[in-house]
T-cell receptor, first 112, second 113 residues
Framework: QKEVEQDPGPLSVPEGAIVSLNCTYS??????FMWYRQYSRKGPELLMY????GNKEDGRFTAQVDKSSKYISLFIRDSQPSDSATYLC????????????FGAGTILRVKS | GAGVSQSPRYKVTKRGQDVALRCDPI?????LYWYRQALGQGPEFLTY????????KSGLPNDRFSAERPEGSISTLTIQRTEQRDSAMYRC???????????FGAGTRLSVL
């Protein structure tokens, strides 16, 4: 079983929809949680960064972490065709200089 | 440029050849990471450096893989006697000491024929 599980999709939604992306994990030592967005033929770019449990909002994006359930979510409001990409969750268990453990990525397609 | 730079972007090689992949991190970034990403998967950790010191190489698949960062800046990932199963996207990332945010390069696509 992988340390981080993520449904690969693809997830197809109409423009303007609310999108929910999720990951589960097994390592209770994870403290730092990230969401990366990856466009085709590009490297991953950081979208959201959260420490421990709680919510974080940035524009149309909200990241949630529930450490008791070992479950993290990314919500995208008013989704746009430009949001079409692969979304990767990632997590680590130390502050600096340690490896990120990634999910497999969820392919999102927003139809106009 | 301001981002992480990797070269070459594409590398095609024959089985049994050695290859060297280069990563130039963001200026001033102390930490440098190597990952490998298979199609349809997330990046998988290989190794990382703080300055010139290799801190963790637990993700290197076998002893054909090695990495160095002799002057604490540019890093080279070397794969000896390549095999077809080594074909993948190799990604480099860097981060500063102040934050645990890794910035990724565009990657090197390695194809072993």
């Amino acid at each position: 079983q992988k340390e981080v599980e993520q449904d690969p999709g693809p997830l197809s939604v109409p423009e303007g929809a609310i999108v929910s992306l999720n990951c589960t994990y097994s390592n209770s030592a994870f403290q730092y949680f990230m969401w990366y967005r990856q466009y085709s033929r590009k490297g991953p770019e950081l979208l959201m960064y959260t420490y421990s449990s709680g919510n974080k909002e940035d524009g149309r994006f909200t990241a949630q972490v529930d450490k008791s359930s070992k479950y993290i979510s990314l919500f995208i409001r008013d989704s746009q065709p430009s949001d079409s990409a692969t979304y990767l969750c990632a997590m680590s268990d130390t502050v600096r200089g340690n490896k990120l453990v990634f999910g497999a990525g969820t392919i999102l397609r927003v139809k106009s | 440029g301001a981002g992480v730079s990797q070269s070459p972007r594409y590398k095609v090689t024959k089985r049994g050849q050695d290859v060297a992949l280069r990563c130039d991190p963001i200026s001033g970034h102390v930490s440098l990471y190597w990952y490998r990403q298979a199609l349809g998967q997330g990046p998988e950790f290989l190794t990382y450096f703080n300055y010139e010191a290799q801190q963790d190489k637990s993700g290197l698949p076998n002893d054909r893989f090695s990495a160095e960062r002799p002057e604490g800046s540019i890093s080279t990932l070397t794969i000896q006697r390549t095999e077809q199963r080594d074909s993948a996207m190799y990604r480099c990332a860097s981060s500063s000491l102040a934050e645990n945010i890794q910035y990724f390069g565009a990657g090197t696509r390695l194809s072993v024929l």
